[in-house]
């Protein structure tokens, strides 16, 4: 079965650090780009970062660049979200998400994962 | 304020057909595909519509979509009680080089 599994939530003080996880199984997850979005509570979608399939190729929103980095380990299949300088608007529930097609990061989101709340308060 | 605009709400009764609209710009829906997402509450979003007017596999096709120049619509006909949902559209955004949202639509079946 095709998964992603996300880990790695929860409360963090303004100005703090969290490094959230992906874990993928039951499909090449080398040849995927993936994305992180997220979801403040009550609001709509937004996209955060996006991943090439090698990982030499990384892309953020405005709101979260300089702030957070997006990386993946291709053998262990898994995709990371380091997040610094945290504010309370970056609380949410993070996704992430796989593309239909392998290589094409601009393709429709199919698969995704369950998600993770992130809450960034004092 | 989202780059993509929807209506915040949109309501039928049952068996009824329902629209909803997605007006984004140039950089946006006007050069690349829209795809169209569902998602309940304390739910993952799940893919509804691709490339503009494509259906995974198992989507009902009562679920339709649509554009033309700098807007999208998806439509649902035979509306029924468990597509009370939000619905999100979505595109490549080539002045961004990043994905851009609707601010959804929440879909009341009366």
């Known amino acids: 079965e095709v998964q992603l599994v996300e880990s790695g939530g929860g409360l963090v003080q303004p100005g703090g650090s969290l490094r959230l996880s992906c874990a993928a199984s039951?499909?090449?997850?080398?040849?995927?780009?993936l994305q992180w979005v997220r979801q403040a509570p009550g609001k709509g979608l937004e996209y955060v970062s996006l991943?090439?399939?090698?990982?030499?190729?990384?892309y953020y929103a405005n709101s979260v660049k300089g702030r957070f980095t997006i990386s993946r380990d291709n053998s262990k299949n898994t995709l990371y979200l380091q997040m610094g300088s945290l504010r309370p608007e970056d609380t949410g529930v993070y996704y992430c998400?796989?593309?239909?097609?392998?290589?094409?990061?601009?393709?429709?989101?199919?698969?995704w994962g369950q998600g993770t709340m992130v809450t960034v308060s004092s | 304020q989202s780059v993509l605009a929807q209506p915040p709400s949109a309501s039928g009764t049952p068996g009824q057909r329902v629209t909803i609209s997605c007006s984004g710009g140039?950089?946006?829906?006007?050069?690349?595909?829209v795809n169209w997402y569902q998602q309940f509450p304390g739910m993952a979003p799940k893919l509804l519509i691709y490339?503009?007017?494509h259906r995974p596999s198992g989507v009902p096709d009562r679920f339709s979509g649509s554009k033309s120049d700098a807007s999208a619509s998806l439509a649902i006909s035979g509306l029924q009680s468990e597509d009370e949902a939000d619905y999100y559209c979505?595109?490549?955004?080539?002045?961004?080089?990043?994905?851009?949202f609707g601010g959804g639509t929440k879909l009341t079946v009366l």
């Open positions: 490339n503009n007017i």
């Open positions: 998400a796989r593309p239909r097609t392998q290589y094409d990061f601009s393709d429709a989101f199919d698969i």
């Open positions: 039951g499909f090449a997850f080398d040849t995927y780009s």
């Open positions: 991943i090439s399939a090698n990982g030499r190729s990384t």
């Open positions: 979505s595109v490549w955004d080539d002045s961004l080089y990043g994905w851009v």
């Open positions: 140039l950089s946006n829906i006007g050069r690349n595909t």
